[in-house]
Nanobody
Framework: QVQLMESGGGLVQPGGSLRLSCAASGSIFSINAMGWYRQAPGKERELVATITSGGRTNYIDSVKGRFTISRDNAKNTAYLQMNSLKPEDTAVYYC???????????????WGQGTQVTVSS
């Protein structure tokens, strides 16, 4: 079994900051890319940021310069530092990881349960 556990969401005022964490646990051999997605009410889930095992990052345009994705490979954990938050960043944020389980030849995608981020005054 593999679990992704997110934490760090909450309510913050516009211009504020939050740091999300995503810890992967279980029978993991290795993790390829990790990413953060978000889904706002009435909207489709969208990719926010990704990071490869080598540290290469990618962001959607609306968060560039404000959000930073990072990871600690030794801890199987990814982070999303969110600064200068805007009301339009309000959404449920989901962690995703493409990983190899012990004893399995093919990688698979796993999702966390989501954490709510609300930006409001």
């Amino acid at each position: 079994q593999v679990q992704l556990m997110e934490s760090g969401g909450g309510l913050v005022q516009p211009g504020g900051s939050l740091r999300l964490s995503c810890a992967a646990s279980g029978s993991i051999f290795s993790i390829n890319a990790m990413g953060w997605y978000r889904q706002a009410p009435g909207k489709e889930r969208e990719l926010v940021a990704t990071i490869t095992s080598g540290g290469r990052t990618n962001y959607i345009d609306s968060v560039k310069g404000r959000f930073t994705i990072s990871r600690d490979n030794a801890k199987n954990t990814a982070y999303l530092q969110m600064n200068s938050l805007k009301p339009e960043d309000t959404a449920v944020y989901y962690c995703n990881a493409e990983l190899y389980r012990l004893g399995y030849a093919h990688a698979a995608n796993y999702w966390g349960q989501g954490t709510q981020v609300t930006v409001s005054s």
